[in-house]
């Protein structure tokens, strides 16, 4: 299912979005873009996506 973001944030490479849900929920993602890291998490706030972003490190490889 292809899902429309809107008020996408980036913070440093994490991507924060909201979209609905299959069932119509409101749920906010978090995303890393950065090569090789494969963080991504659906959180049902929006603080706790952005707290995600704020936090993630990536691994070092």
């Known amino acids: 299912m292809l899902r429309r973001f809107r008020n996408v ?6 991507r924060v979005g909201t ?3 299959q069932r119509g929920r ?13 963080f991504s998490a659906d959180y ?3 603080a706790a996506a952005e707290l ?3 936090t993630h490190r990536c691994p070092i490889r």
Do not use: L, M, S, Y
């Open 52 to 54: 995600a972003a704020r």
């Open 9 to 14: 944030i980036r913070i440093g490479p994490v």
């Open 26 to 38: 409101v749920k906010h993602t978090a995303v890393c873009t950065a090569p090789r890291c494969d």
């Open 19 to 21: 979209a609905n849900d």
């Open 44 to 46: 049902d706030t929006r």
